[in-house]
């Protein structure tokens, strides 16, 4: 049944290479394929990735230590670049007292510690720290490109694949991930990102383009994020629709596909794809229509071969559509479809929690 879904969605061969080239191994993946779709993706999708720019760090420690369990610190981050800096400011909180400690790096809403969508003392309770950083302190969710890290690169106007906001969400990931390298308290090769709705797209996406993070947690993505464009769901969020209220999330080249799902060079496969051989969870929900729980399904059993090149296990599921409560973690890329709407919920984060743990 799944293989003739997705024979009706008529994808592009992750392993076929425009020259005819048929990916057979995970060298070639990782040499020809790889930094082939990632130039696609970047090009026609999300936008170029700006240069690094190494930022000037400020810690302080806050006096909330979650009943004693907890060391919380705020880190400053402060960039510059052509005579003009950014400070975005991210909160690192781990068990006290603790070594080698897995990370999750997570893209919220707010600022708040804790969150409704964060629920920082269960993860400190399962041994996990947490850096979070608010989307709209890095820069703001709208069309001014001259607002925060976007005002340091972005010159008049944007065209082609100039730099969408979902890029500089993810580069900020991609600092913090680099600070997070300098921290004894952390295992360096368990650090791993999530977020949810837009901020589920650009964890995906940081993990697909920055190949030290261990696993990534894409809570209900959806479209342009975990969901495949071809053969979207009715009531599903269609490209049209995401580019016209959102254009400012992608390149300006991504419109030319508004009414044109079939004839993109790509679908959310590609980039699910390039988190392989690590760990990735999708997380659906079942009244959240829009994000289309079937396509991030398909996209999870599409995108498994590449796993397999590398001996591993993709999803592990039976052969037909997820129904709620269904759960499958068992292999490196995982989906759950939980009851409910449109949430980052504890049960999500319970989900990925479990399946980590038994990773790591």
């Known amino acids: 049944m799944l293989q003739q879904e997705l024979k009706k969605r008529k994808l592009p061969n992750v392993f076929q290479m425009p020259n005819g080239k048929r990916i057979q191994t995970k060298e070639e993946w990782e040499n020809i394929a790889r930094p082939h779709w990632k130039d696609v993706l970047l090009t026609e999708e999300y936008g170029k990735v700006p240069p690094v720019l190494m930022p000037k760090i400020t810690e302080e420690t806050n006096a909330v230590d979650f009943a004693g369990k907890a ?10 670049n052509h005579s003009k800096t950014h400070t975005v400011p991210t909160q690192l909180i781990y068990p006290k007292g603790e070594k080698s400690i897995p990370f999750f790096i997570y893209l919220n809403f707010r600022p708040d510690i804790p969150d409704r969508y964060l629920p920082v003392e269960e993860l400190i309770d399962n041994g996990f720290g947490i850096f979070s950083v608010c989307y709209n302190d890095v820069t703001k969710d709208n069309g001014d490109f001259t607002d925060g890290l976007a005002g340091l690169f972005q010159v008049g106007k944007r065209t082609g694949d100039d730099t969408g906001k979902i890029i500089y969400w993810s580069y900020m990931a991609s600092r913090m991930m680099d600070y997070l390298q300098t921290r004894e308290e952390v295992n360096k090769t368990a650090i791993g990102i999530s977020g949810h709705s837009r901020l589920g797209k650009t964890a995906l996406v940081t993990a697909a383009l920055d190949e030290r993070f261990a696993f990534v947690c894409s809570n209900n993505s959806g479209c342009s994020g975990a969901a495949l464009s071809r053969g979207r769901c009715e009531g599903g969020e269609s490209l049209r629709v995401i580019q016209e209220s959102f254009p400012f999330w992608f390149c300006p080249n ?34 959240d229509i829009w994000a289309d729980n079937d396509n991030q399904f398909l996209n999870c059993v599409a995108s498994s071969p590449v796993w397999n090149l590398y001996g591993k296990a993709g999803i592990i599921t039976e052969n037909k559509l997820p129904v709620c409560g269904d759960i499958y973690t068992e292999g490196e890329v995982g989906f759950h479809l939980r009851k409910g709407k449109h949430f980052h919920s504890r049960t999500d984060w319970l989900v990925y929690i479990d399946a980590i743990k038994k990773k790591l």
Do not use: N
């Open 254 to 287: 991504y419109c030319k596909y508004a009414d044109k799902a079939d004839e993109l060079p790509f679908d959310q496969h590609c980039l699910l794809s390039l988190v392989a051989p690590r760990m990735a969870y999708i997380g659906g929900a079942i009244e």
């Open 71 to 80: 060391t919380w610190e705020t880190v400053l981050f402060t960039f510059e």
